[in-house]
């Protein structure tokens, strides 16, 4: 199973904001998210499943939490303790991907244990106070760049 960070990330660096408000709203970009992400599962930590509402539809939803006694009632949601717990269970789905798909600290416990990245690089600077982890660049091959209007997405490989 191929490990996957997926991610918006404005020119500042901003990925969104600590009380879970989102910085931007573009419907092409979240439209890829949702054609990228269907299917498979997801882990994130509490605070973006929080900020989402609700489970995300058609994939397994993982959340890591350090509240041992934060749970959610709802078929397709698991609550674990930490990354690599979520990505154990991860494994016995039998998908061919796990997508980590935020927030800050989920991205920057987990960068190193990712085989790929896909990161839309945001055409603006936006407010903020998460941010997504700096990383080496010479560790990873640019496979695929999309351009769009206000975003260009970039499909990374580890070296």
């Known amino acids: 199973m191929?490990?996957?960070?997926?991610a918006?990330?404005?020119?500042n660096g901003v990925i969104g904001k600590s009380n879970g408000e989102m910085s931007?709203?573009?419907?092409?970009?979240f439209q890829h998210f949702k054609k990228t992400t269907l299917g498979f599962p997801v882990l994130?930590?509490?605070?973006?499943?929080?900020?989402?509402?609700?489970?995300?539809?058609?994939r397994e939803n993982i959340i890591v939490t350090s509240d041992k006694n934060y749970s959610?009632?709802?078929d397709q949601t698991y609550v674990l303790n930490?990354?690599?717990?979520?990505?154990?269970?991860?494994k016995s789905f039998n998908k061919e991907k796990l997508f980590i798909i935020g927030g800050g600290e989920i991205y920057t416990q987990s960068?190193?244990?990712?085989?790929?990245?896909i990161l839309s690089h945001l055409a603006f600077d936006a407010e903020g106070d998460v941010y997504f982890?700096?990383?080496?660049?010479?560790?990873?091959?640019?496979?695929?760049?999309?351009?769009n209007d206000n975003f260009s997405i970039v499909y990374y490989s580890k070296k």
């Open 8 to 11: 918006a990330i404005a020119k």
């Open 133 to 147: 982890p700096k990383f080496t660049i010479s560790d990873w091959n640019i496979r695929k760049e999309i351009p």
């Open 24 to 29: 931007w709203h573009i419907k092409e970009e």
């Open 111 to 117: 960068i190193s244990l990712a085989d790929e990245m």
């Open 2 to 6: 191929k490990i996957v960070i997926i």
């Open 72 to 74: 959610i009632p709802s």
């Open 82 to 90: 930490t990354i690599q717990a979520g990505i154990e269970l991860a």
């Open 44 to 58: 994130m930590g509490r605070k973006t499943f929080c900020s989402l509402g609700k489970p995300l539809k058609l």
